[in-house]
């Protein structure tokens, strides 16, 4: 073997080395309802503490799982609901939190509202900024109908965090599975 094909061998064997060791690993994977429904966690969300989803979650609506980046600003929420969403009633769903989000959240502006398919399944997705007392908020919320009850998914961030996250929580709404 001639000294330069030594050397290209050296140089794939190093490269292939290094994409291997330095591969991201893979995200955590989240799930609810015994395993039946999972995603895909951005690196470094972690759980975010009760009184922190209190505050900013401070009615009785509030969800029950939030992970979040370390200071919470950028955080995922998702919870089942008492509220059974058939796939054929999404579409009516999706326009009575419309109306009602219209009404009654300040400053909101909507960037899509439609109704996708994720996961096999028909879901109304709603993504908005909205005007909060300290701050501007950036909002992606999914929800479905899943055994009789309501899943839903808050993808939210500050405006100012947004960009640094956006494409990592789109990634976690593309991770959607539903057994």
Do not use: C
């Not at 999972?38 to 009785?60: C, H, T």
């Not at 029950?64 to 059974?84: M, W």
């Not at 999404?90 to 899509?112: C, H, N, V, Y």
């Amino acid at each position: 073997m001639g000294q330069t094909m030594k050397k290209t061998l050296v140089h794939i064997i190093s490269l292939t080395a290094v994409l291997l060791f330095s591969a991201p690993l893979s995200a955590e994977v989240i799930t609810l309802d015994a395993g039946a429904i999972s995603f895909e966690a951005p690196e470094g969300f972690k759980p975010v503490s009760q009184e922190i989803i209190d505050l900013k979650y401070p009615s009785s609506r509030a969800p029950k799982y939030v992970i979040g980046n370390e200071s919470a600003a950028t955080t995922i929420a998702y919870d089942l609901k008492p509220h059974n969403i058939p796939q054929e009633k999404i579409d009516e769903a999706r326009g009575a939190f419309t109306e009602m989000f219209s009404r009654m959240i300040p400053g909101l502006q909507w960037k899509e509202n439609k109704t996708i398919t994720l996961a096999g399944q028909k879901w109304g997705y709603l993504e908005m900024t909205t005007t909060a007392v300290d701050t501007d908020i950036y909002n992606i919320m999914l929800f479905t109908g899943h055994k009789g009850q309501m899943l839903v998914f808050n993808f939210n961030s500050t405006k100012e965090q947004f960009p640094k996250y956006e494409q990592s929580l789109r990634t976690a709404v593309e991770s959607i599975q539903i057994k």
